[in-house]
């Protein structure tokens, strides 16, 4: 569904991803890991059209999406959820929710019942959301475009337990009930690697490892290796 | 991109119950309409309330709901303004016609305008505006052989309404026509601004990358928007020539400018109602005090503006649901 096949890209001359080849096929779940810093954010940014791209191809459901202008890209298939989450603050939760509806199996409806909160919360503004309902927000509204691949962007960051442990089961709803594809960033290693089937680790700019996140939670020598954490055996 | 949005519409079901009218809103035009009856004497007074009103909900659908600040929109104004008012002068007197034509030609200076807005941000969008507007009073000012320069347009001959109603000296004719154009466009612009459309547009005023993100095309929504609006704003222009039969060259100045914006501010913005409401009290107001104190009436005004920036948040509209939300609050402590 997706491949970077060599891709170079980056800010102005400064070439961030080097060398990046990865797939992706439809209905996987990939968890993006790396230490602070090599280029996850802006491996999303380079898929949604932020970013420069110096050399190297990216396709897209067998479209070359290079050329391809970002709001088309959102349209073309892929919702992205940015770390900022930039809910609009003067539009209601269900108001951001239906600015760019596309018809499909998410729809108010099963937006709400995949994070209930938001139903209650459906004609408060956007600025009187706390951050655990702002994060459900916009991922709320990126699947409203009913993206063929969610982009998530260290969607847990900053948040309370408890909340992660909300979202958490949310996402592995999407993941297993729905059969939504996704790619995750994540600080969370432990809480990434148990909602994803597949993991690609990231170094300065490019996929260094590529396992089924079962295996890879089964060898954590390569996790203190790449990522640089220790994880409680599970 | 009208066939997405109208799968959009069906598809968030609960859009299509804004587009029920509320009864505030009925009895609003309800009122429109009783003024003719009420104050008979008025009704050209009332025809320039209204064409304002017109006017100011243009600059609502590009300030108010997509954000983009201008001080010369009195150029779409003074364009339609001055095209109903040549084709009269030069043996076109229908008045549909001219409104069509006013409307048209407005609207292609927009769209054309629209291409020096879509980049940059507020104070270079308030220079380019503010620039258009002077040149274009500069060019019908110094092309007197046409327009009459500082004189004005005279010869301006109306033909009756389907043949039949005359524009009479009390202006009756004149404000049923124009109360009725302003419905109808009022209407079309109200369910514009309902749909996922007008969602798209507020969510470009709120935050342009993360609108691009979520699929929106930016540039083209922001060209439509103003093209439209430059649209309205003509046709409210041409409505003034062929209810007063003359055009002066204040059509296109930047008082007109500033002041509509004055007017969008005092009423609220993004309200569909600010611009008609800030209307009727920004003339009533000038009229009043005016009357008080020919000379130094803007004092006054002044006074009024600092006021209500400070304390009236969202203008008139703003303040007024601040305080139904209070009683609505009041009544349901008493209740519970």
Redesign the interface.
């Known amino acids: 569904m997706l491949t970077f096949e060599n891709v170079f890209a980056g800010y102005g001359e400064a070439i961030v991803i080097d060398d990046c080849s990865l797939t992706m096929g439809e209905g996987e779940s990939v968890a993006l890991l790396g230490r602070n810093g090599v280029g996850k954010s802006s491996l999303l940014l380079t898929i949604m059209g932020h970013t420069k791209v110096h050399r190297g191809s990216i396709r897209w459901c067998g479209q070359d999406l290079v050329k391809v202008p970002p709001h088309a890209r959102a349209r073309a298939g892929l919702g992205w959820v940015p770390q900022e989450r930039e809910i609009f603050p003067s539009l209601t939760v269900e108001e951001n929710l239906a600015v760019t509806a596309l018809p499909g199996k998410w729809d108010l409806k099963s937006i709400y019942a995949l994070f209930p909160r938001l139903q209650e919360r459906r004609k408060n503004l956007g600025n009187q959301l706390s951050g655990g309902e702002q994060q459900m927000l916009a991922i709320g509204r990126a699947l409203m475009l009913n993206p063929k691949l969610l982009l998530l962007d260290e969607p847990l960051e900053g948040l309370a337990p408890v909340i992660v442990d909300e979202l958490c089961i949310s996402i592995e709803r999407m993941i297993r009930d729905e059969g939504q594809s996704l790619i995750l960033v994540e600080q969370h290693v432990e809480q990434a690697l148990g909602l994803a089937h597949r993991a690609l680790v990231l170094e300065r700019g490019r996929v260094v490892h590529n396992a089924k996140c079962s295996d890879l939670l089964a060898n954590i020598s390569v996790l203190e290796k790449w990522v640089g954490v220790r994880v409680a055996h599970p | 991109m009208s066939d ?1 949005l109208a ?2 519409s ?6 299509r119950g804004r587009e029920r009218w509320k009864s505030a809103e009925i009895a609003f035009w309800l009122t429109l309409v009783g003024v003719y009856f009420v104050f008979p004497s008025s009704l050209v007074f009332a025809s320039q309330i209204l064409i304002t009103g017109l006017f100011a909900l243009s600059l609502d659908m590009i300030l108010g709901y997509a954000g983009i600040v201008t001080l010369g929109h009195a150029a779409f104004f003074g364009i339609g303004a001055y095209t109903a008012g040549l084709m009269a002068a030069h043996g076109w007197h229908d008045p549909f016609l001219g409104l069509l034509v006013a409307g048209v030609t407005a609207g292609i200076a927009g769209y054309l305008c629209s291409f020096l807005l879509s980049k940059g941000g507020d104070l270079t969008r308030l220079m380019i505006t503010l620039g258009i507007g002077l040149l274009l009073y500069e060019v019908v000012n110094s092309a007197t052989k046409y327009t009459g320069g500082v004189d004005g347009l005279q010869g301006v001959e109306i033909g009756k309404l389907f043949g039949v109603f005359g524009f009479d000296l009390y202006g009756k004719t004149a404000y049923i026509y124009v109360l009725i154009i302003s419905f109808l466009l009022f209407v079309f612009t109200r369910s514009m601004m309902n749909s ?1 459309y007008g ?2 547009l ?2 470009i005023r ?2 342009q ?10 540039s083209a929504c922001l060209t439509n928007i103003y093209s439209i609006a430059a649209v309205i704003a003509g046709i409210a222009g041409a409505l003034l020539t062929q209810t007063t039969q003359f055009v002066g060259i204040d059509v296109l100045s930047f008082q007109r400018s500033a002041d509509l914006l004055l007017i969008l501010i005092i009423g609220g913005t993004a309200t569909m109602y600010g611009g008609f409401v800030g209307a009727v009290v920004f003339l009533l107001a000038q009229n009043w005090l005016s009357n008080l104190n020919p000379q130094y009436w803007q004092f006054f005004l002044g006074i009024l503006l600092i006021v209500m920036t400070l304390y009236l948040r969202g203008g008139i509209l703003g303040g007024f649901s601040r305080l139904v939300n209070l009683f609505r609050h009041w009544r349901n402590k008493e209740h519970s």
């Open positions: 997405n799968k959009a069906r598809h968030v079901s609960f859009l996922p969602l798209a507020r969510s709120e935050n990358t993360r609108a691009l993100a979520i699929g929106i095309p930016i």
